[in-house]
């Protein structure tokens, strides 16, 4: 099981988010989030914040960091490492269990993720056999998007997706993303896309639109 860092806003918490930071960060990274983020009418919720496993990074000279995937290639839609995206949606599926076991099932258990973390969550959620009850993906892509349409479920392209981009992202462009929401959308899944003006990053609107989205996954429980 991978270490994580975890918050519960009231005890016994109904829901659970799980955030997966990016390339080179850890679960630290999106903790202080959680107080401009939460709502006062929101039901109880932990939030869990795993850390990656350290892995060398190709791209980055072979540097050790934590990481969801090797990036291989500079080219944008060649550089997940196939193994390593399958290996963390294990280590996902690990923590999902998890929630399960500690009461909070999948329908109440929100995927989110930044970049690298984005990308597990897409691939995971649509793969799932028991749904969750939502994913948010931020500053990223759909990796394996090749396999995508036959190894989804009809559960997981059910899941509503929450996809957040930067119109001056650097380091996945804007184009990426839209490309990713419309292999979304060709699969049938309900996609919230919303562009912001900013670089790989998250902003105060983003959060709030976020919070907008995540309060209707609440009220309809």
């Known amino acids: ?18 955030w997966l930071h990016g390339l080179g960060a850890d679960g630290n990274d999106f903790a202080p989030i959680v107080p401009e983020l939460v709502r006062r009418d ?25 990481a969801w995937y090797d990036i291989m290639s500079l080219a944008i839609d060649q550089r997940a490492d196939e193994t390593g995206v399958r290996d963390s949606i294990r280590e996902l599926e690990a923590l999902i269990a998890r929630e399960r076991d ?7 258990t929100i995927l989110a993720g930044f970049s690298q973390g984005g990308a597990i969550v897409l691939a995971a959620g649509l793969r799932r056999e028991a749904a969750v009850a939502g994913i ?5 892509y759909l990796p394996l998007s090749a396999q995508t349409p036959a190894e989804s479920t009809a ?4 899941t509503p997706v929450f996809m957040g981009h930067g119109s001056q992202d650097p380091v996945v462009p804007l184009a990426l993303g ?23 990053s998250v902003c105060a609107e983003e959060i709030r639109d976020l919070g907008d989205w995540l309060a209707l996954r609440f009220a309809g429980d």
Not at 8 to 14: I, N
Not at 181 to 200: D, E, F, I, K, T
Request: proline share 11%.
């Open 102 to 108: 500690r009461g909070v099932p999948a329908k109440r």
């Open 155 to 158: 559960a997981g392209r059910a």
């Open 42 to 66: 929101w039901p109880g919720i932990r939030f869990v914040f795993p850390h990656a496993p350290v892995r060398p990074v190709t791209i980055n000279g072979g540097a050790p960091m934590r």
């Open 1 to 18: 099981m991978l270490p994580t860092i975890e918050h519960e806003t009231r005890a016994k918490p109904a829901w659970s988010i799980i």
């Open 136 to 140: 948010v993906a931020l500053s990223t």
């Open 178 to 200: 839209e490309r990713s929401r419309n292999a979304l959308q060709a699969l049938g899944a309900p996609v919230a896309w919303h562009s912001y003006r900013m670089a790989h």
